[in-house]
C-alpha cells in the first residue's frame, strides 16, 4: 500500500488477504466513503442551500437537532439500507435499533454511527465529522441486545473529518490510515499510512468550563500542566478545545496530545458525556491501532460491555505517557480513598 492509493483499491487489497472473503465488507465500506462524500457535499454549501441552523425538533438524547443531524442521519440510512449489507443500524439520533425492512437483501453486520460530530460547530464554519464501526453479527434480524459487543468485538471503525479538506479515517485491525477527499476525482486517496501518536506531547485538549466538578486526579492533571516549567514535566504546555471530538482527536493522531471528557459531577448521573457505542469505542479503536491509551480513568475503554445503545462513559484518550500519567493520578487517588474508607470502617468497628 503507497501513498496516493484509492481508498477502493486498499480495500480490495485487504480483502485479497482473507481467501474466505465474500467482498460484503468492501462494498459496505464504499457504501460508507459514498455517505460521507454525500454529507461533505452538503456541509460545504452550507447556508446556500438552507442546511444550517436548528430543526424543529430533539433527537432521542433530549437535544436540539441542528437540519444537517437530520439530513446526515438520513443520508447514512439511504445509502446503506437496500445494500444487503447490514442487518441492522444504530445511531446516536435514533433511539432503537433501526431494522432492515422485510422484502430487503440483509448482510451480516451491524452498522453504528454518529452522523454528525460537533454540531454546535455547524452553524459557525467549524469541523465538524461522522463517526462509525462496523461489527458481526449472526442473526438475520438483530436486536439492541446483539450491538452490545466491547469494542474489542468491531470489525472496523472509522471516521470522515469535515474540514479545510474531507477525510476518512478507518482501522481494520491492521493500523490506523487516513485518506483524503480528491474532489477532481472524486475519491478517497491514502494520505497518511499507518499513523503513530508521538508518546510524548505539550498539548491536552479538555473543556475547562467543567474543572469545578471534575474529580482530583483529573484536577490535579490539568493543574500540573498548567504550572508549566514549574511542573512536574518541567516544560510549557498549551491547551487546545474545538468542541468536536473528531477533531480534537485528529490532531492527536496527527501530532499528538491529551483529549478528555472526564467525569464531573454535572453529568455523574447519566455515567458520562460521550456516547460509548457511537463514540468513545470507534475513536478509541483507532487510536489504539496508532499507539496511543484510552481509558475511562479506571478501565480500558475497548473492554466496557455496553448496557445499552445510549451508555455513555468518561473519555481520556491521546499520547501514551500523557495518559499514563494521568492513569497514575487515578490509580494514587483510588488508593488514597480506599485507605481513607478502611480507617473510617475502623473507627467505627
Known amino acids: 500500500m503507497q501513498l496516493g492509493t484509492p481508498l477502493s483499491q486498499y480495500l480490495i487489497e485487504e480483502q485479497r488477504l482473507y481467501p474466505e472473503a465474500t467482498g460484503s465488507f468492501t462494498l459496505l465500506m464504499n457504501d460508507i466513503a459514498l455517505a460521507c462524500k454525500t454529507i461533505s ?22 437535544e436540539q437537532q441542528k437540519k444537517l443531524d437530520i439530513i446526515a442521519n438520513e443520508l447514512f440510512i439511504k445509502n446503506n439500507i437496500w445494500r444487503g449489507h447490514i442487518a441492522a443500524m444504530a445511531s446516536e439520533e435514533m433511539e432503537e435499533v433501526y431494522p432492515i425492512p422485510d422484502g430487503q437483501p440483509k448482510g451480516k453486520y451491524l452498522l453504528v454511527f454518529d452522523p454528525l460530530d460537533g454540531s454546535s460547530n455547524i452553524d459557525v464554519d467549524g469541523p465538524i465529522g461522522t463517526i462509525f464501526s462496523i461489527m458481526r453479527s449472526d442473526k438475520e434480524n438483530p436486536t439492541e441486545a446483539d450491538f452490545l459487543q466491547e469494542g474489542t468485538k468491531q470489525v472496523c471503525a472509522g ?11 478507518i482501522s481494520i485491525g491492521h493500523g490506523t490510515h487516513a485518506f483524503t477527499l480528491d474532489p477532481d476525482i472524486g475519491e478517497f ?3 497518511h499510512k499507518d499513523i503513530q501518536i508521538p508518546e510524548d506531547s505539550a498539548e491536552y ?10 474529580e482530583k486526579p483529573m484536577l490535579q492533571y490539568v493543574e500540573d500542566r498548567e504550572a ?30 491529551m ?16 456516547r460509548l457505542m457511537y463514540e468513545a469505542s470507534p475513536i ?17 475503554i475497548l473492554d466496557v460491555k455496553p448496557s445499552g445503545l445510549h451508555q455513555r462513559v468518561p473519555v481520556i484518550i491521546g499520547s501514551k505517557n500523557e495518559v ?21 470502617c475502623k473507627l467505627f468497628s
Open 284 to 300: 478509541s479503536f483507532l487510536v489504539e491501532q496508532a499507539g496511543g491509551i484510552a481509558t475511562t480513568g479506571y478501565q480500558r
Open 324 to 344: 499514563i500519567d494521568i492513569l497514575n493520578y487515578h490509580k494514587s487517588y483510588a488508593e488514597q480513598n480506599s485507605m481513607e474508607f478502611n480507617h473510617k
Open 159 to 169: 471516521y470522515c473529518l469535515y474540514g479545510p479538506a474531507t477525510m476518512i479515517v
Open 228 to 257: 508549566g516549567k514549574n511542573g512536574p514535566k518541567g516544560k510549557r504546555y498549551t491547551m487546545r478545545w474545538v468542541g468536536a471530538m473528531v477533531m480534537d482527536v485528529h490532531r492527536i493522531l496527527m501530532r499528538g496530545g
Open 41 to 62: 457535499a452538503a456541509v460545504r454549501k452550507g447556508a446556500l442551500v438552507d442546511v444550517l441552523g436548528n430543526a424543529e425538533s430533539d433527537n432521542c438524547q433530549g
Open 259 to 274: 483529549f478528555a471528557y472526564p467525569i464531573d459531577e454535572g453529568i455523574r448521573a447519566k455515567g458520562g458525556r460521550l
Open 189 to 191: 486517496v491514502l494520505t
Open 205 to 214: 485538549s479538555i473543556n475547562h468550563s467543567n474543572r469545578l466538578g471534575w
